[in-house]
T-cell receptor
């Protein structure tokens, strides 16, 4: 029973265009949502996060949007660059005093020059 | 180095053997986490520590798995009587402070465990 779902295994976009990565969740008790980026042969690296009490957080080219009523979040990358090509994981914190993160399966983003 | 260090990088073992995976977190980081990642999947939570205290071990699959962090720094994940289904990438992560939800986790490169 997957609590965090990334339904698109892969996404391909042109350099300079917008990349939109989507994530759905089922547990309304999640209190923080995070995005991690992973290059081959490396561990995931933190990208951006958002509290469940907010609906948008922006950091440079990266913006995360949260729609609590739909239990949906998305990561926007504008403009996309070839160096953004990586696997992106959506994660959610369980809340209730635990720091446990629940991860989705990831979406592989390819940005073509 | 300045990052989270895990050893060994690769471990091949025979079914039934015990293995110990080591994690050296970033110096000064309070919290330490263990995750397991199967091919094509996201990281799956195993357990985490604040200092030397194990806070949540709900993700450990069964009693063959245990973890310790006796001095609040280096941690060891031990798998006893390994089985083929234990084969995966085992990832350690650390964070500077006790979690505030948006606390960055710094992941190591992982230990790839193969049980034959």
């Amino acid at each position: 029973d997957q609590q965090v779902k990334q339904n698109s295994p892969s996404l391909s976009v042109q350099e300079g265009r917008i990349s939109i990565l989507n994530c759905d969740y089922t547990n309304s008790m999640f209190d923080y949502f995070l995005w991690y980026k992973k290059y081959p042969a490396e561990g995931p690296t933190f990208l951006i996060s958002i509290s469940s009490i907010k609906d948008k957080n922006e950091d440079g080219r990266f913006t995360v949007f949260l729609n609590k009523s739909a239990k949906h979040l998305s990561l926007h990358i504008v403009p996309s660059q070839p160096g953004d090509s990586a696997v992106y994981f959506c994660a959610a914190r369980s809340g209730g005093g635990s720091e446990k993160l629940v991860f989705g399966k990831g979406t592989k983003l390819t940005v073509n020059p | 180095g300045a990052g989270v260090s895990q050893s060994p990088r690769y471990k091949v073992t025979k079914r039934g053997q015990d293995v110990a995976l080591r994690c050296d977190p970033i110096s000064g980081h309070v919290s330490l986490y263990w995750y397991r990642q199967a091919l094509g999947q996201g990281p799956e939570f195993l357990t985490y520590f604040n200092y030397e205290a194990q806070q949540d071990k709900s993700g450990l699959p069964n009693d063959r798995f245990s973890a310790e962090r006796p001095e609040g720094s280096i941690s060891t994940l031990t798998i006893q009587r390994t089985e083929q289904r234990d084969s995966a990438m085992y990832r350690c992560a650390s964070s500077l402070r006790i979690g505030q939800g948006n606390e960055k986790l710094f992941f190591g490169s992982g230990t790839q465990l193969s049980v034959l």
